[in-house]
């Protein structure tokens, strides 16, 4: 059935059919608002009124996907009034991230993601490998290399540092210009404030809006639990440790001078080693629920792009360690290949990949941090 | 899959509120149970997927409810929309038992949410659900299960073998069979007949046809019928039901909540006839929200439409359907398919009998109608601001009150006088007994929670002896 035909359909301008049905479903939960209490999507809904697209964007982003709205309606299919919002808002929220994607002629890169980022990674990886080639004598590749400065023998620091930092440059402009054009489509032109950034900050770091209203989230059955919250948590600190690794590791090299490899107990290795470890089994706990996931609940048509980014942080961490524990051997070289090749990958892709829905999402819930104290006078 | 050909000691008819409370009951207290649930694992619940909150009485504020609200206010409460007709024992022994509810619903896993203000005005008399009722049902089904209960879905009870008040066996219609389902006690919680239009028709007559019905459409009433027939008491008048006007565009069943109108005091109410018939402006929502649907009931065709203008439009929750909108009065009723002369004319008449106030939708303010009848009382301003709008209005019926006649122990009594050996009633089949008119919101859970958590315990302790 189109959505026009459904209870809480309005005429009105959509961008796309799926926006007019995150229109219609929020017309039908803003006149029932039981779910007001189980995350922030529904207080946010009940502030207004109408749906335009760029308010439908911000509610997709504010919503963590938990489940327990599903769960918990009266409405959710068979009910012929059809209200799937865990779904929906998911398809919604992936397609934002192509409409405000910079420049926008590579938003194209949103659909079979999966494809899009394996065929860079797989690229990234054997441009690493044939470098390293060009560069030396194939036997380089089997070759023992130990001692400081080891990896600066197969590529110069001063090319890997020009190289990684172009792209994490690029990523990063691309990243701020569509998180730039998301926030002016989501709210009022006014600059975020400090404290509703530090509530954004509070919110997202805790995953809040991941518990179902206190009791988990759905994923499989009808027994809510906190796993996927668990999982979430190890990989975002653990690319936050691996993030804080790498810096450590800059301000080692440009302000004192010493060379990676370190040592086992020095600070970029114990960081980069327990953020690696996060790395390894967060994604494959994320994993584990998105296969075992209800899929009434979910965006299957964007399980490509879901699992992508889940795979890319995964192989990062995997191909890290392997190289740690394998720098002194002669799998060195390809080993450290693979992982160029695929941190390379990883950067470059980010703006176009699931990496943007934390972005999103954070920005979503600064605006509501905003409004929510605009109304009540309190976070 | 639960095993239908063994003997329980409590067999539950029924899977709302009022079901599971008493199978919850049974349980803890030790029985075996077996649960008859006619919906679907989706459609489980009956009515209670629709609720929202429960009223319980508590003698100072909680997490979750600002207090107090005593026994007494609450029995007055109850005296108010009943205008009297209630037993007054069990009404005041319910109203007793529900304020442990506040504490034994969350041991059971049901969560209250705190009061947010703006949509929950109630925060003081009602405990909202968090996430609603179904999310009050999951709770209750989850705890069930891990207690043992079984639980069976499009399970539905066709026939009660009875002798002499003595519950023998149900005959229980599963998966194309018939099943003979033993047990030492029998629980009815399986709701009143509001979705048999037939039934309604036979004290409503045709206008039932044209009556929505807000909820399950398995509440047929086959149980409360055998139980009538096998020589329980009845209590209650078959006309008499929770109904509140709803949208006329909602389905003819299960519409639930969204399909409500809570800005009759914003506007006026009009008939087929375009002739306003009750004073739309008598008291606060939601205390008079629960007579329109009787008032409708009542009009030709069971019709009606709630007028209002465009300087209204956003003073009350948007709706799930959107108001019909016209730039002229005249435009408006042909749009309705209503006289265009007759309809101005009561516009015209009503907007000269404004008197000057102060609108304050809040409080009983002083704007208020003179000359004209019936009265607008409160919240009288003249319609004028175009572009106008109207919602279609239907009954829409939420549950009946004709009951089987129960004691304190929630232990049906038979036409003799006698209390039933082994049946107990719950929830909206004994609704009657306590409601026997009007209703004040979460009533319908009072009496689910109450009586089915004395249902269950008493069932069990009639099954141990």
Known sequence: MLATEKAGARPGTHATALLAEADRLMTVCNSCRYCEGLCAVFPAMEMRRAFPDGDLNYLANLCHSCGACYVDCQFSPPHEFDVNVPRVLAQVRADSYATYAWPGALSGLFARNGLVISVVAALSVAVFILGFVARHDPSVLFGTHTGVGAFYRLMPHNAMAALFGAAFLYAILAIALSLRAFWRAIGDPVAADGASI?????????????????????NHDDRPNDRRRFYHHQTFYGFLL??????VATLYHYLLGREAPYPWWDLPVVLG??????????????????????????????????????????????????LLVLRATGAMPILLAIHLGVVFALFITLPYGKFVHGLYRFAALVRYAREHKALTGKH | MADLTKKYDVLVAGGGNAALCAAVAAARAGSSVLVVEVASKFYRGGNTRHTRNVRCAH???????????????????????????????????????????????????????????????????????????????????????????????????????????????????????????????????????????????????????????????????????????????????????????????????????????????????????????YDEGEDIWPKRYAIWGRLVAQQPDQIAYIIFDSSVVTMFMPTLYPPIGAPGLRELAVKLT???????????????????????????????????????????????????YAYPVRPGITFTYLATRVNKQARMLMKDGKPSANMFAAGEIMAGNVLGRGYAAGMGMTIGSVFGRIAGTEAARNARN
């Open chain 1, 198 to 218: 530090w509530q954004a900050i509070r919110d997202a770091s805790t995953l809040r809006y991941l518990d179902g209203g206190g009791i988990g989230c759905y």
């Open chain 2, 59 to 277: 003698d100072a504020a909680t997490e979750t409810l600002s207090g107090p609200y005593p026994e007494d206010e609450f029995f007055k409460d109850l005296l108010q929309v009943t205008q009297g007709a209630t037993d007054e024992v069990l009404a005041r022994h319910m109203i007793h038992e529900s304020k442990s509810l506040l504490d034994w619903l969350p041991e059971q896993g049901v969560r209250f949410q705190p009061s947010l203000g703006g949509t929950l005005s109630l925060g003081r008399t009602n405990s909202f659900f968090l996430g609603g009722g179904r999310s009050m049902l999951n709770a209750l089904y989850l705890t069930a299960e891990s207690l043992g209960v079984a639980i069976e879905y499009e399970a539905e009870v066709v026939d009660l073998e009875v002798d002499n008040g003595m519950f023998l066996s149900a005959t229980v219609r599963h998966g194309g069979q018939n099943h003979t389902v033993r047990a030492a006690t029998l629980v009815a919680a399986c709701g009143g007949f509001e979705s048999n239009i037939e039934w309604l028709k036979q004290s409503w007559g045709p206008a039932a046809e044209n009556f929505l019905i807000r909820g399950t459409p398995n509440n047929r009433g086959t149980v409360l019928r055998l139980l009538l027939d096998r020589g329980v008491e009845e209590i209650g008048d078959p006309t008499q039901c929770h109904a509140v006007a709803i949208d006329a565009r909602a389905p003819k069943y299960d519409g639930g909540i969204i399909t409500r109108h809570d800005s009759v005091i914003f506007g006026i109410v009009v008939n087929r006839h375009a002739q306003r018939f």
């Open chain 1, 273 to 322: 080693t327990l953020g690696g470890i996060g790395l390894i089994f967060g994604p494959l706990g994320l994993m584990i629920a998105k296969l075992r996931r209800d899929p009434i609940m979910a965006d299957t048509e964007r399980f490509g792009m879901d699992a992508a980014f889940i795979v890319m942080l995964f192989l990062t961490s995997l191909t890290g360690l392997l």
């Open chain 1, 242 to 247: 691996c993030f804080a690794s790498t810096c």
């Open chain 2, 338 to 388: 209503l006289d265009p002369a007759a309809f101005e004319k009561t516009v015209h008449d009503f907007n000269a009998a404004v008197r000057p106030g102060t609108f304050d939708d809040t409080i009983l303010d002083d704007c208020r109608t003179e000359g004209i009848a019936p009265p607008k009382t409160h919240w009288a301003r003249r319609i004028e601001a175009a572009p106008f």
